[in-house]
């Protein structure tokens, strides 16, 4: 059998390392694509419980460095749109693509933190040292979770998400995941309002990162969000559960099945999971449905969906 291999001609998708200081202290290293640095800054940080609100945050500056040079550069490069807002003030400056002088590495994110923030950083630096994007590495991590659905348990309402909503919601995304019409291989992550349609939408090569971006989005816009879904196009992870319950959603989305202490923790926190697959109906995983006695694998209801009827 002749086999030829094909030369690839399309984009790739973009990854990076983004190393992460917080008041001129190393932090996290994380690899990423380059887009709504900004909006992941404040949203990574607020998922990891370093700031409560967008005003601890008061700059966020990118540097860049290369194979041939680690200081910053006046080579730069504007790309996507621009995603300014009031507070914090977000200085994109420097970026370096070195087409001629060497590769790119990555860019480093210089945040500056109001005092409570930082001092609460300094506080938990051991417990988060090596942690990653995922935001529940390590067992200490994966207690301060369930400290935090302990604290939100009596607060959070099990959603009852209309899933009538979500007939088309997979040819609706893809309208907005431009970078991933282009390249693949992303991640993208979607505000959902209660009758279906897009409020925010964030893309990157980590599905974790991606929906740090979208909450990030999220609280430097001030955009509402109650009532609302959020959804990821990946698979629903724990670490995907952890961050929503720490903005408050109720109901995450995902394209893939979610494992089964994704699972546990959402039952835990009364939050909705909702699976919607390629052809077959929307599976709900819902706290209300659900027995104590149930096991894991009879925690979750499907929901037919047939010529907009349920």
């Given at each position: 059998m002749n086999i030829k291999a094909k030369t690839a001609h399309h984009s790739l998708a973009q990854e990076q390392a983004i190393a992460i200081e917080l008041n001129g202290i190393a932090f996290a290293v994380m690899m990423m694509t380059p887009q709504d640095l900004s909006y992941f800054a404040i949203g990574f940080?607020?998922?990891e419980?370093?700031?409560d609100t967008i005003v601890d945050v008061h700059a966020v500056e990118e540097?860049?460095?290369s194979e041939h040079s680690f200081s910053n550069s006046s080579v730069s490069k504007n790309t996507g749109a621009d995603?300014?807002?009031?507070?914090?003030?977000?200085?994109?400056?420097?970026?370096?693509?070195h087409?001629?002088?060497?590769?790119?590495?990555?860019?480093?994110l210089k945040i500056s933190l109001a005092n409570r923030s930082f001092f609460r950083f300094k506080e938990r630096i051991?417990?988060?040292k090596g942690s990653s994007g995922c935001g529940i590495c390590g067992s200490a991590a994966l207690d301060e979770t369930f400290k935090q659905i302990k604290l939100k348990q009596s607060q959070m309402i099990a959603a009852q998400y209309d899933i009538c909503a979500l007939i088309d919601i997979r040819e609706k995304v893809q309208q907005y995941q431009t970078i991933s019409a282009d390249s693949g291989a992303m991640h993208g992550a979607f505000l959902i309002c209660p009758k279906g349609s897009i409020k925010a939408s964030c893309e990157d090569i980590g599905r974790h990162n991606a929906l740090d971006k979208l909450i990030g989005n999220i609280l430097a816009n001030k955009i509402e969000y109650q009532d609302h879904a959020?959804?990821?196009?990946?698979?629903c992870g724990a670490e995907l559960v952890q961050k929503i319950l720490r903005i408050g959603i109720k109901t995450l989305i995902s394209f893939a099945s979610p494992s089964d202490l994704a699972l546990q923790l959402a039952n835990t926190a009364n939050i909705t999971l909702i699976h919607v697959p390629k052809k077959d109906a929307p599976i709900v995983y819902s706290p209300p449905f659900i027995n104590q006695n149930d096991s894991l694998e009879n925690t979750h209801t499907t929901m037919a969906i047939e010529n907009g009827e349920n």
């Open positions: 940080l607020f998922t419980g370093i700031i540097h860049c460095f995603h300014s807002i009031e507070r914090p003030n977000i200085h994109k400056e420097d970026r370096l693509y087409q001629t002088v060497g590769l790119q590495l990555g860019l480093t051991r417990l988060l959020a959804l990821v196009t990946s698979r």
